[in-house]
């Protein structure tokens, strides 16, 4: 072969020059769409209806007091009894008894297979009547907790699998190997660096689950027990006005961008570690 | 302590179909040093895997320090407190500081209180040559320091019995005298050891026996004098030649090499 044939010319555009083309045509399209809607859209409509200052003033301090206040709260205890119940499941997979392992892996197929919204009404009213005259403790809360407990168990049984087995086997052989019993070695070796390595993915979990904690509102609360989204929804209907949805939004990204950054930081920092 | 530290009886073990142990006889006196070669696949790991039961038995009996290991009554977790075991790639917990690993098993397993668990790692952390590194996690450790640490991390247990698998093999060739040294001075101190090596010096200078296995069996054992220098049998003798001169091996099955270029 000869470098002449590479370097013949070609009919029209080069592949590079081609490509150049491309890219400033995508560009090009890129801004066009940004700046129609801009334009075509309504801003004085827009302010007036989504960036009422009047509005937004008066729910202060309310949407933060019990909106962002009863959104943590749900959150975090659905993260507690998922990340409970998660670490029961997961080692109930990896349990050498069989019944455990098909309990676990059916407990988890079911509940990532069903819309949360499902589970919602199902603790709401199935717990009930299942038990009769028994009532979730914590009412609301409780509740919440359970079923978003519920659904982020069977995710997280999961993760927590994936972690424990990414643990190298030589962790427990020495372990072992200096008198531990395989529960004592489980505690102290194993699980510890099994959450080294899912931090990150529990933090986009624990995300989610601020997210999910809005079908709360299916429950059935009172005023002092909505979250943000029920929360914005109802001042949005008193005041025929959406400003409440958008700062209900703006709450939600005070919770979650914090976690999504936390969540890339540990990620990076356990990269350089080289665990 | 004197007698008989570990007793193998007509040790078998099968992987599946696989038989790799079959039928191992070896008795290690208490204060006697045993290096265990042979090739690869010959089944040593596998055997001191045995004793502290990191693989169950097919059949066959260990008793180390007059207790019967494969006896299914016995508590295991028990008889491997005074076995020490040193793996081919460390096994640190890197999780945990070197000052960490070598605590821990002390205060969850023995229940010694945080000042004699410390007391008892720095000590031996200095015996391997590591008193600077109490701070440092695994992570940030050689090779060479990795090993002699989790020499500290069992000999913290005071084990009767330490068993050392390849102790030597996942080191860079100019770590690996650190913890060779740590392992002479250890045999010179009384500690009853049974190491499965390819350092032929180490055997040579530091064994009392050598045992060279091969395919499952133990096919010579006696004085490192002997099983190296004069070894009886053909296959020690192949296998030999090809540990301690590995430029002369040919490539098998191509005969003389004049013919290629």
Redesign the interface.
Known sequence: MTTGEVAAPHRGLSPRRRRRLFLGLQYVLFVAIVLAVVLLADWPQLRANFASWDVAEQLFPDILTVGLRNTALYTGLGFVFGLAAGLVLALMRLSPAAPYRWFATAYIEVFRGLPLLLIFIFVSVGVPLAFPGSNVPGGVAGQAGLALGLAAAAYMAETIRAGIEAV?R??L?????????YG?AMR??II??AF?IIIPPLTNQLVLLCKDSSLVLFLGVTLEQRELTKFGRDLAGQQGNTTPIIVAGICYLLLTVPLSLLARRLEVRRRR??? | MSGTAIEITDLRKSFGANEVLRGIDLDVRAGEVVCVIGPSGSGKSTLLRCVNLLEEPSSGTVRVAGVEVTDPEVDIDAVRRRIGMVFQSFNLFPHLTALGNVTIAQRKVLRRGKAEAERTAREVLERVGLSDKLASYPARLSGGQQQRVAIARSLAMGPEVMLFDEPTSALDPELVGDVLGVMRELAEDGMTMLVVTHEMSFAREVADRVVFMDDGVVVEEGPPSQVIDAPRHDRTRAFLSRVLDPAAARVPGKGSLGTST
């Open positions: 190298p030589g962790q052989e020495a372990a072992r190997s200096l008198g531990m019993s004592r102290s070796i510890p660096q080294r570690e080289g665990r």
